[in-house]
Every structure is written in structure tokens, then in C-alpha cells.
């Protein structure tokens, strides 16, 4: 089953001679399971495509299909809707509220749309990520390793359809970049949850299943790993 269908997906800045072109063509499709690594230089487009999957931005021509919906027909109040519901996104910087405990960062996406957690699910994804017992501490106590598990905590409460993880790993050092691949491949088997990894660094991409290499908005090649 596809989660993710890229056709012919291009994105260009700007216009005339300032035209930049991010994204030319990509086609691409993602199944439900799957972890992806999307790999390229600084500039080559891959954290364009993730800003198209997130619905953070759409597409100048082609179609985006996240879970069955077409990115492009959806406002940008439906869009902010279902990348809350449907995408769960892990960024470089962890973006957790200061003022609110490690429980209530990951229950922000829940609370926004006045829904209870399943008690069940909660506790399986933070004792999955080592969180369990720093609940009821702030961000600012834990270290920066644990402030990006409570991070991909709070993307998986939804049990989104899609995790985008954009340079998860970018502000850690070597031993916690580690662990927090581990925690996406642990969330990716136990959970079954479908992963793009946005990386630059060739070691953590080769911890996927699937490598995309991505060089001047172009696809150039697409290995299956494992």
C-alpha cells in the first residue's frame, strides 16, 4: 500500500533570470513500513521535498498524495490540520514548548483537537523511547538527546500516516545521533510507522531500508537496501 506518490512533483522561486528550480520532476513512491533515507548535498532540493510531504508548502506543478489526499487541494487551514494528524514531523531543533512538561509536549497534537490519549499507545511509545520516567520534567532539564526522543514522541501520538524526520540528528553528538536512529528504527518495526529521513550524513542514511539520493531537484538513484 503506497502512503506517499510524488508525479512529476517540480517546485521553482522566484521568476525570470531569479528563477530557482528545488524540486525537477520527481516521481516517487513510498509503502506503508517503509524507512527512507533521502541523501544529497545542501541545496540539492531534499528538504524542499520533505516541506511538500509535510504540506508545509506545495508543489509549483505535479502532485503530492499523502494516505489517499492530494496535497494540493487542501487550504491552508486543512493543511495545517491534517499535518497534525496525518504527518508527524521530527526537525534539527526540537520545538518544545519551555513552559509544558515532557507529557504535555507530546500530548499537544492530541490537545489542540480536544482528544483523551490511548493510555495503552502513550505509555508504549515512551517506554519504546526511554521517556517514561522524565514526564513531568521541562524541557530544559533533560539533556539534548532526550528533548528529540520526547520530540519523536509527540510525532508518533497520532499515529500519523507519515514521520518526516528533517536532520534529526544534525545538533547531537555521535553516541545520542545514534541512539535516536535507533529509536526511528524501533518506532519503524514496533510500530509499523512509515519514515523519511532527511540526512546529509551518509552514516545515518545507510541505516535505512532504502536509499534516495537527490542532486540538483533530480532523483539519480534509488537503492533498496534491505
Known amino acids: 500500500m503506497n502512503i506517499v506518490t510524488c508525479e512529476g512533483v517540480c517546485k521553482k522561486y522566484g521568476s525570470g533570470n531569479n528563477c530557482v528550480t528545488a524540486l525537477n520532476g520527481i516521481d516517487l513512491t513510498v509503502d506503508k513500513g517503509e524507512f527512507v533515507a533521502v541523501i544529497g548535498a545542501s541545496g540539492s532540493g531534499k528538504s524542499t521535498l520533505l516541506h511538500i510531504l509535510g504540506s508545509v508548502d506545495k ?7 499523502i494516505d489517499g ?7 491552508q487551514t486543512q493543511a495545517a490540520i491534517f499535518r497534525r494528524r496525518k504527518v508527524g514531523l521530527v526537525y534539527q531543533f526540537y520545538n518544545l514548548i519551555p513552559t509544558l512538561t515532557v507529557q504535555k509536549n507530546i500530548l499537544m497534537p492530541l490537545a489542540l483537537d480536544k482528544k483523551k490519549p490511548n493510555k495503552e499507545y502513550f505509555d508504549k511509545v515512551v517506554d519504546s523511547l526511554g521517556i517514561s520516567k522524565q514526564l513531568e520534567f521541562l524541557p530544559n532539564q533533560l539533556s539534548g538527546g532526550q528533548q528529540q526522543r520526547v520530540a519523536i514522541a509527540r510525532s ?7 514521520l518526516l524526520a528533517d536532520e534529526p540528528t544534525g545538533n547531537l553528538d555521535q553516541k545520542n545521533s545514534k541512539e535516536i536512529v535507533d529509536m526511528l528504527k524501533l518506532s519503524n518495526r514496533n510500530l509499523d510507522q512509515t519514515i523519511i529521513l532527511i540526512t546529509h550524513d551518509e552514516r545515518v542514511a545507510l541505516e535505512a531500508d532504502r536509499i534516495i539520493t537527490i542532486e540538483d531537484g533530480h532523483i539519480i538513484r534509488d537503492e533498496k537496501r534491505r
Open 69 to 75: 489526499t492530494d496535497l494540493s487541494t487542501l487550504n
Open 156 to 162: 508518533l501520538i497520532y499515529r500519523p500516516a507519515l
Open 59 to 65: 508543489p509549483t506543478s505535479g502532485k503530492a498524495v
